[in-house]
């Protein structure tokens, strides 16, 4: 086994963008996700990294430089949390429907008001809706790879698109793992340097997200959703090339427990170690776990395949859409692809650790329990509401 | 509006202490930081004015964003509200123009102002938009932790640039005097009669009044400058800032070299952005 190095999460995604030879990195400062471009800063400084820091006046002109050096055909990376992600919502569907292979990381935080700099995934959810490839680590070596996986995916001529990999505010950016480095030279096999999308070029001058009229855009659109569907079976590539040349297997999805729990929890992010911990120290052989890895595609098959036998599904959300039907985007994930999948299933929402609450195994225990009561009901007298876990009222 | 919390005034010892909630102290900032004086110092100009009887301080309003800087409106026992990063002067405009009675005061760092916030500062103070704001200079986006700022000095260590600052600094004393805004001064927590003194014949004015304060912060931009001890950087800031009468906005550079001119770089009195709308909509 290789060399372990004690890395927080921020360093780890650091690591990884210096193992991608990344040629410019635009970004602004915000709390959870600094130290990881500060990190940036001091390799090129020290000369390990031959790339160029633009240090933007916000995060609109971080993404809008990002989009503007990946015209060019440069390998792009750029971070942020909450309020920047936010900020960035305009550019990030240019950068998707540019069709520009930028990677970017978020490291999860709420969103303001009132004002918290801690960790849940508002920030994630509120931009699922841009065309990017999404995928959320559970853990700071997941978060390293997912850097080298996501230029794999994004530069992939079938897929040419964004890809935003994030891991927790926190809970992973600022806690310390022994993690396996991936060198530059693993990093560019896996992921070679090629230009493989359009680019601004000088002798054959081309003009880039020029307007589309309705004779055209619609056109465009049909394609980029077409890609952003394909990208699934270049990630299921990629993730098998990974397990073979560095021996860490990842998937869309990971199902931790017995296959046929009755109980399911569907989570994304750290809180996934929590509910493993709960699992494996309770022995509960009757709670399964789906930890959802890749968020967009959402993988609805494997969904389907590990939901089908289950009882009763508690899907813990992160964020919250007030107003919607259904409260939690994860859960309206869940229950449009069971629905889609003529999949009667007691499904329950519950949000859980907003604004940085911690999800404690004394939570986990609450939600299990009251799933187990929930599953002796029929379906009709299920709760129409999502349950806030660990809220005063 | 309740200018003190009870808790306030049974607990009162200072002067001052009737402008802050002082259930919310202790503050975050750090000790041997700038932004104290300042705040300070502003809040002995609305005292003077409070007892002068020529401002109310229930019309008071503090707007800020994010920032260390930006964290006054959380202390203070007027109406405040606290925004987004870079937004506090968006957010101040329609404050005062919902309410033109209202007193509207923006506090934020260098970044929030003249980096996220720079668009919004240039408008505001191109109308003539009667809001007072106040830039503390630290030269770095110190909530964050040190990063490259609009204001670094070149040539500076921050945690972004740790090979030294390659770009040029923003002098927001010329920007904003470009677009003519009623005044423009520049102070220094080294000089904390200075602040008050400008902030006082600010708050006497209308139009657009643009305080900055040259500030120290030793946590974060001390420490990567080399003068992480308080009293240093304090120091280094007193050696390098000059005060002038009526200097000319040429001398307004920001030289860590050559040195930072303290003064009233601009006072007008034109007419602000509340009159001139009045005067089209009637
Ligand atoms: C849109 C957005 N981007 C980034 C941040 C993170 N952030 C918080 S404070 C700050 C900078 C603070 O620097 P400055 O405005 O100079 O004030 P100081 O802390 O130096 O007083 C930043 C970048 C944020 N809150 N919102
Ligand atoms: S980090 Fe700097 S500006 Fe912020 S409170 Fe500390 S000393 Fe003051």
């Known amino acids: 086994m290789k060399h372990k190095v004690p890395l927080s999460g921020n360093s780890a995604v ?3 963008v210096k193992a991608m030879d990344v040629d410019v990195v635009s970004a602004y400062p915000i709390t959870p996700q600094t130290t990881i471009v500060e990190k940036i800063a001091e390799f090129v400084a020290n000369g390990e990294l031959d790339a160029k820091v633009i240090h933007v006046e916000s995060e609109h002109s971080a993404l809008s430089a990002a989009v503007g050096a990946s015209a060019t055909g440069a390998r792009i990376f750029t971070a942020s949390s909450s309020q920047g992600i936010a900020l960035m919502y305009e550019i990030m569907f240019i950068a998707s429907s540019m069709r520009l292979p930028i990677v970017m990381t978020i490291a999860t935080r709420a969103l303001s008001a009132p004002i918290n700099i801690w960790n849940d995934h508002s920030d994630f959810m509120a931009v699922s809706d841009t065309g990017w490839v ?8 997941e978060a390293h790879d997912d850097v080298v996986l996501a ?18 505010g926190f809970f992973m950016t600022h806690t310390i793992e022994p993690i396996e480095v991936i060198s530059r030279e693993e990093g560019l096999e896996f992921a070679p340097k090629k230009k493989t999308w359009y680019t601004l070029d000088p002798d054959n001058p081309v003009t880039m997200g020029a307007l589309g009229d309705p004779n055209w855009y619609f056109e465009f659109k049909k394609q980029q959703y077409e890609a952003l569907k394909n990208s699934r079976t270049v990630f299921d590539e990629a993730v098998k090339e990974f397990e073979k040349k560095f021996g860490r297997s990842y998937g869309p999805v990971e199902y931790f427990g017995n296959e046929d729990a009755e109980v399911v929890l569907v989570a994304m992010g750290h809180v996934s170690g929590n509910i493993k911990a709960f699992i494996e120290k309770t022995s509960a052989g009757n709670v399964g776990l789906l930890r959802v890895k890749l968020y967009r595609p959402f993988p609805e098959d494997l969904i389907v395949k590990h939901l089908e036998n289950a009882e009763i599904v508690g899907v813990i959300d992160r964020a919250l859409v007030p107003g919607s039907p259904y409260g939690g985007p994860l859960y309206s994930d869940v229950i449009v692809t069971l629905s889609k999948n003529n999949l009667s299933k007691k499904v329950v929402d519950f949000i859980a650790g907003l604004g940085g609450r911690p999800v404690t195994l004394g939570h986990i225990k609450n939600i299990v329990e009251k799933l187990e009561e929930l599953k002796l009901k029929p379906q009709k007298d299920l709760p129409k509401e999502p349950l806030f876990v660990g809220v005063r009222e | 509006m309740a200018v003190t919390s009870e808790a306030s005034l049974r607990y009162s010892t200072h002067p001052l202490d009737k402008y802050l909630r002082a259930d919310r102290l202790p503050h975050i900032w750090c000790s041997g930081c700038g932004i104290g004086v300042a705040l300070g110092s502003i809040l002995r100009a609305i005292d003077r004015r409070v007892r002068e009887g020529s401002l109310d301080p229930s019309k008071v309003v503090f707007v800020t964003g994010i920032g260390c800087s930006a964290r006054a409106s959380f202390y203070v026992g007027f109406d405040s509200a606290h925004t987004i990063h870079g937004r506090a002067i968006a957010f101040a405009s329609g404050a005062k123009l919902a309410n033109p009675e209202l007193q509207v005061m923006v506090v934020g760092g260098d970044g929030d102002i003249a980096g996220i916030g720079g668009n919004h500062l240039i408008h505001a103070a191109r109308r003539n938009l009667d809001i007072i704001v106040f830039m503390i200079t630290n030269f770095v986006y110190a909530m964050t932790g040190g990063q490259l700022a609009p204001t670094t000095p070149q040539g500076l260590y921050t945690t972004t640039t740790p090979h030294g600052n390659p770009e040029r600094p923003l002098n927001v004393i010329k920007l904003v005097s470009a677009l003519m805004p009623n005044y423009v001064a520049r102070a220094s927590i080294t000089h904390p009669p200075l602040i008050e003194q400008y902030t006082y014949k600010a708050l006497g004015m209308e139009g657009f009044r643009f305080i900055e304060i040259m500030s ?10 080399g003068y992480r001890d308080p009293v240093t950087l304090y120091n280094v800031l007193r050696s390098k800032v000059r005060v002038k009468q009526n200097p000319h906005v040429d001398e307004s550079e920001l030289s860590w070299e050559s040195g930072i001119v303290l003064g009233e770089y601009l006072i007008r009195n034109e007419p602000g952005y509340v009159r001139k709308l009045k005067e089209v909509v009637r």
């Open chain 1, 151 to 168: 230029y794999r995916i994004a530069e992939d001529p079938r897929v040419l698109l964004p890809v935003a990999t994030a891991l927790d």
């Open chain 2, 216 to 225: 120290t912060c030793p946590e974060v931009f001390g420490r990567h400058a």
């Open chain 1, 14 to 16: 650091a690591y990884a």
């Open chain 1, 134 to 141: 999404m995928m959320m680590a559970e853990n700071n070596q």
